[in-house]
Each structure stands twice: as structure tokens, then as C-alpha cells.
């Protein structure tokens, strides 16, 4: 009997031992699952690598991680990306953006004319409300769903994951926003299926930020306040973590608040002064779209700079060129009141949950809006307390769902995977 015994415990031993030398020794093997955060402006994908537990956000074209949601229609070609934005002056109406905004959304009569306010490409709903956008392709209209923008996108990814671990992209987990219902996280996996890939997962956005930040680890945390704010749309949200379970407590945000709104002001008073300095009103299209595509580079450039130099030559006023200084304080005092709309849903969703500022344990910035300076120190002032910075704002969410899909997939070291308590909480929205 004890030589069974001593005969077993060796083996234990033995298994034990080539664990320990192989995680050393041995190549730690391919993700078999990657993460994707398919968002309403930027997308990326991520990989969660055994034995260090770092997570890499795969270049996807042209030495971004992230790329634009963004897809044109050529002809019988399927631009996606930056390849898509760098047409869309030219394209307008074929150019499709914002997709996640009408996924497994109904809409309608006088919701859709309000929406169509807002786009260049044509929106058409069916007889239950769902949304498509209508394309020109060789004379003739096409429906395009947003499922099928999202499935471009994802495809565009895929191969960019395919590229680095040499073997095919089959099983994902992606993330939604945490008020998405049922039939919009169904609508997203489906936009996964059409792009060839079994979504096994779908965590929330907040959830899957506070992963990034690790703060599932924290034995000694339990509130944390997820700020959101990305290209188009503010998310609040405050978490309950412990032990690796997330429970939302309170929503609330702007779904017509974001980085495009802080363009946007921008835009306006530069074709102002356009129209001030050169005495014609800028209506072109392409000087528009021009326009527009400097704006957003401005804006990027203010973030790490005090100020920015704009010239734009202007085919419609025959090609004269118009420079500009562009201030950090400039576009400060443009947007100053929507910096502080930020703030709205800050306190809904405390005042909500009966929590107090100093109840909170940790601030996490999300999106890539929130790296602003400004947005930084407004939110800074207010909850008395510095939010968690340490990961690019961009990328967390990426970032997280990578995590997630490192862990269904048993990557070592082995973690506590995320745990989402059903909730009924409901969105508070702000405008």
C-alpha cells in the first residue's frame, strides 16, 4: 500500500515538475481565442499570451491598433478602415459609419427622419424598424445591415490576428455596451458569425475595462466608476467588483455626447473664420470632408501639444490655402460647456446609488475622449480624487475582452474570469 502511494506522489510530482520546466523552458503556446472590442468609432483586436499574462493589441493597418468603424462601398469593393476614411470626402454617401448605434436597434418613423439628419448615406427601416443603409453600387441600390458594417470590420481584424499567430481566427469574445439588451448582443454575435468567427462571449464594457486595470484582484475594492467617452457616446457606469463578480449598480450617460461633438465645434469655428477670410461660405464637399479629417488630427495633436498648426489648401476657392495656429486653449474654450456635460451623468449615477464621492475606490477612464487634458482634470476636480490612468484609455477595453479570452481559453497563469451579475439596472439618460 505505500509503495501505491509513494508510486503515485512521485507521478504527482513528476506532472508537477514538467509543468513548472515547461512554462520555463517551452514556448508558451498560440492564444486559441482572441478579444475584440467592436466600437462605435475605433475597433481593435488584442491577444492574451500565456506564462507573462500581457496582452497585445494587434497593428491592424498601417501601423495602428485601432482603425476606424468605418466602411465604404466602391464599386463592387469593400474599403474598411482608414482605407474607407481616406475615400469618404469623395464618397460621402456610400461611406458608412456609426453602425453600432442602430445594431439590433427598431426605430421609428420620426426617430429615423431625426437620425437621417445626422448621416450623408441614406437610412432605410423595414417593417419591424430595423435599420439599413442604402448604397449606390453600380446603379443600383443595396441594403447594407449594421451587422454586416460590423462583420466587414471584424473580417478586417481577423486577418490582422491571422497574420501574427500564423493560424486561423475561429472563436472570439467581444464586448458591448453595458445597456445593450438581448436583442442587440444578439445582433452583435451575429455580425461575428458573418465574419466567420464563433463569438463565445459577450462582457460588458465597463466589466471588461475594470479587467484591464486588473481590479478584479483587489480584495480591498468594491465601487468603481467607469467613465466612457469615446468618439460619439458617454457611458457611465459604477461597478461592484469582489472576488472577480461585477455587478452594475447605476448607468447613466449621453448617447449623443462625445469626441465627434468636440470636432464638431472645432469644424465650425474654422469654417467661420474660412468664410470671414476669404468672404464665401465653404459648402464643397470635399473641402469639407478635408476639413473634417484636420479637425480630427488637431484635436489628437492637442493632447500632447499646446497648440497646432492648420494648412489646408481649398480646391472650391482654387486652391488657395488657408493656415491656422490652433490652440489648446482655443479648443478648450470652444467645448468648455460639453467638458462639463461630463459631469452629468457622474452624479446621476451616484445620486442613483445613494454613493458618495469618497465611496469610491477607483476612477477608470475609458475611450479615447477621455484623454483629453481637460476632461481629465474636470473629473479629477470634482470626485477629489485622480482617475487611473495607467492604461491607454483606448485600449482598455480591447484590453480586457483580450483577458477574458486568454482565460476561456486556459492560458497560464490562470486567472479569475469575469463573473456579471444580472442586473436591473436601467440607463439614465442625460442630454
Given at each position: 500500500?505505500?509503495?501505491?502511494?509513494?508510486?503515485?506522489?512521485?507521478?504527482?510530482?513528476?506532472?508537477?515538475?514538467?509543468?513548472?520546466?515547461?512554462?520555463?523552458?517551452?514556448?508558451?503556446?498560440?492564444?486559441?481565442?482572441?478579444?475584440?472590442?467592436?466600437?462605435?468609432?475605433?475597433?481593435?483586436?488584442?491577444?492574451?499570451?500565456?506564462?507573462?499574462?500581457?496582452?497585445?493589441?494587434?497593428?491592424?493597418?498601417?501601423?495602428?491598433?485601432?482603425?476606424?468603424?468605418?466602411?465604404?462601398?466602391?464599386?463592387?469593393?469593400?474599403?474598411?478602415?482608414?482605407?474607407?476614411?481616406?475615400?469618404?470626402?469623395?464618397?460621402?454617401?456610400?461611406?458608412?459609419?456609426?453602425?453600432?448605434?442602430?445594431?439590433?436597434?427598431?426605430?421609428?418613423?420620426?426617430?429615423?427622419?431625426?437620425?437621417?439628419?445626422?448621416?450623408?448615406?441614406?437610412?432605410?427601416?423595414?417593417?419591424?424598424?430595423?435599420?439599413?443603409?442604402?448604397?449606390?453600387?453600380?446603379?443600383?441600390?443595396?441594403?447594407?445591415?449594421?451587422?454586416?458594417?460590423?462583420?466587414?470590420?471584424?473580417?478586417?481584424?481577423?486577418?490582422?490576428?491571422?497574420?501574427?499567430?500564423?493560424?486561423?481566427?475561429?472563436?472570439?469574445?467581444?464586448?458591448?455596451?453595458?445597456?445593450?439588451?438581448?436583442?442587440?448582443?444578439?445582433?452583435?454575435?451575429?455580425?461575428?458569425?458573418?465574419?466567420?468567427?464563433?463569438?463565445?462571449r459577450v462582457i460588458n464594457e465597463p466589466t471588461a475595462a475594470a479587467l484591464a486595470y486588473g481590479l478584479h484582484k483587489k480584495s480591498n475594492l468594491h465601487n468603481v466608476l467607469v467613465v466612457d467617452l469615446g468618439g460619439g457616446t458617454l457611458d457611465v457606469s459604477l461597478l461592484n467588483v469582489q472576488g472577480g463578480m461585477f455587478l452594475t449598480q447605476g448607468m447613466a450617460g449621453n448617447n449623443r455626447l462625445g469626441g465627434q461633438d468636440f470636432n464638431q465645434r472645432l469644424m465650425d469655428y474654422l469654417r467661420s473664420l474660412i468664410q470671414s477670410r476669404f468672404n464665401q461660405i465653404l459648402d464643397d464637399k470635399e473641402d469639407i470632408q478635408s476639413l473634417r479629417l484636420h479637425v480630427e488630427e488637431i484635436k489628437l495633436n492637442l493632447t500632447y501639444h499646446p497648440q497646432v498648426v492648420l494648412s489646408l489648401p481649398l480646391h472650391s476657392l482654387g486652391g488657395q490655402l488657408f493656415t491656422e495656429v490652433v490652440t489648446r486653449e482655443l479648443f478648450e474654450k470652444l467645448n468648455f460647456d460639453l467638458f462639463l456635460k461630463v459631469l452629468e451623468p457622474i452624479d446621476k449615477v451616484l445620486e442613483a446609488t445613494e454613493t458618495r464621492k469618497d465611496e469610491v475606490d477607483e476612477i477608470v477612464l475609458v475611450g479615447g475622449s477621455t484623454r483629453i487634458p481637460k476632461v481629465i482634470s474636470l473629473i479629477s476636480e470634482h470626485m477629489n480624487k485622480i482617475p487611473n490612468t495607467s492604461i491607454d484609455p483606448e485600449l482598455a477595453v480591447v484590453t480586457g475582452v483580450s483577458i477574458q479570452a486568454g482565460i476561456l481559453g486556459g492560458m497560464w497563469p490562470l486567472t479569475v474570469s469575469a463573473v456579471e451579475l444580472p442586473t436591473r439596472v436601467n440607463k439614465i439618460h442625460v442630454h
Open positions: 500500500m505505500s509503495s501505491t502511494f509513494i508510486i503515485l506522489g512521485t507521478a504527482i510530482l513528476a506532472v508537477l515538475l514538467a509543468g513548472y520546466f515547461a512554462q520555463i523552458y517551452l514556448p508558451p503556446p498560440k492564444p486559441k481565442i482572441v478579444g475584440i472590442d467592436l466600437g462605435t468609432t475605433y475597433s481593435c483586436i488584442g491577444m492574451y499570451h500565456a506564462v507573462s499574462g500581457n496582452v497585445t493589441v494587434l497593428v491592424t493597418q498601417d501601423g495602428h491598433k485601432c482603425i476606424p468603424s468605418v466602411v465604404a462601398i466602391v464599386d463592387n469593393e469593400i474599403l474598411v478602415g482608414y482605407r474607407a476614411v481616406a475615400q469618404a470626402e469623395h464618397n460621402p454617401s456610400n461611406t458608412l459609419y456609426d453602425a453600432k448605434r442602430f445594431i439590433g436597434k427598431t426605430f421609428t418613423k420620426e426617430q429615423l427622419a431625426e437620425a437621417q439628419k445626422q448621416y450623408p448615406f441614406k437610412l432605410k427601416a423595414d417593417p419591424s424598424g430595423m435599420v439599413s443603409f442604402a448604397v449606390v453600387v453600380n446603379g443600383s441600390e443595396r441594403l447594407i445591415t449594421p451587422e454586416d458594417v460590423g462583420a466587414y470590420i471584424i473580417k478586417e481584424l481577423k486577418m490582422a490576428a491571422e497574420k501574427n499567430l500564423s493560424a486561423p481566427v475561429k472563436m472570439v469574445v467581444m464586448s458591448a455596451p453595458a445597456e445593450f439588451d438581448d436583442l442587440q448582443r444578439n445582433f452583435t454575435t451575429k455580425a461575428g458569425a458573418l465574419a466567420g468567427v464563433n463569438v463565445l
